[in-house]
């Protein structure tokens, strides 16, 4: 669970990369998810991620933050599709008048939240060496040589 947990946040910071350098077409890719069949597609993908992180998480750098996202994204993603296309429409088209810089800076959060969430369930260090390199410092007591 934790390679799809960290290929699918790493694609929330590929999205954010690109809306960063490219609102227009991250706009672009996003207007296809309006329609029933990509309600249910995006619903899926945040199901699949929801449930990456939370059985993930035990492994993690930040097993209680993972889980209570995974939660949090699994619910969301259960909602998706019963959102409605005509309010996704809604929201996309005022998303999309806010204006380049609006769509770059939740473009930039999405980097930054795909990016944590990828260092956070990423393979390699555990938590403890992550947070103290080389182990936690130890006082010597007594004299040294």
């Known amino acids: 669970m934790k390679i799809v947990a960290l290929v ?3 694609f929330v910071a590929a999205l954010g990369a690109l ?7 991250l706009l672009h890719i996003v207007r296809h ?4 069949v990509g309600l249910y597609a ?4 945040r199901v699949i991620l929801g449930g990456a992180l939370f ?5 993690s750098r ?3 933050v993972l889980r209570i996202l995974g939660i949090i994204i699994l619910v969301a993603g259960l909602f998706t599709p019963l959102i409605g296309v005509e309010r996704v429409h809604r929201l996309v088209d005022w ?7 609006f769509m770059r800076v939740w473009a930039a959060f999405a980097l930054a939240f795909g990016l944590l969430l990828a260092c956070a369930v990423a393979p390699g260090l555990r938590r403890k060496e992550w947070l103290f390199p ?5 006082q010597q007591v007594g004299p040294t040589r």
Do not use: E
Request: no cysteine; net charge positive.
């Open 8 to 10: 699918l946040s790493l």
């Open 19 to 25: 809306g960063l350098l490219s609102p227009m077409r």
């Open 33 to 36: 998810f309006q329609s029933p």
């Open 42 to 45: 995006a619903g899926a993908l």
């Open 55 to 59: 059985f993930a998480a035990p492994a």
């Open 62 to 64: 930040a097993p209680k």
């Open 95 to 101: 998303w999309s008048t806010q204006g380049a810089v």
């Open 134 to 138: 080389g182990g936690p410092r130890r």
